[in-house]
């Protein structure tokens, strides 16, 4: 029995795998946004990139293994964190929500045993 033709067709409603898979592909590389940045550009957000992971692991670090460091001064490094991040990338409020808020939320129940 083979395929019907609805079957067949992607569905209009689903996500792709990674944003702009689907309306990537068939593009010339050279029409990519990065790519329209110069090496210097590219460079200096790869720097900023590893600054931001540097710091993410410092503070969650500090945070699991510093027994004496309380509740409210973890919250603090927690939000001075943000403020860091979004100053290194103003236009990156929804990334750092989605990749290191759970990690950070997380990190402060799993520690404060918090609700």
Excluded: C
């Excluded at 590389?29 to 990065?34: A, G, H, W, Y």
């Excluded at 210097?40 to 990139?49: F, P, T």
């Amino acid at each position: 029995m083979g395929l019907s033709e609805n079957q067949r067709e992607p569905q209009e409603n689903a996500i792709p795998a990674s944003p702009g898979t689907s309306s990537a592909e068939g593009q010339n590389p050279s029409q990519s946004p990065i790519s329209s940045q110069s090496p210097e550009e590219l460079k200096e957000e790869s720097r900023k990139i590893r600054r931001l992971q540097i710091m993410m692991s410092m503070v969650t670090q500090v945070i699991a293994q510093d027994s004496s460091l309380t509740v409210d001064e973890a919250s603090e490094m927690v939000a001075d964190t943000r403020k860091a991040a979004l100053a290194m990338f103003p236009d990156k409020e929804l990334a750092f929500d989605l990749i290191y808020w759970p990690r950070l939320q997380r990190l402060m129940r799993e520690r404060y045993r918090m609700q």
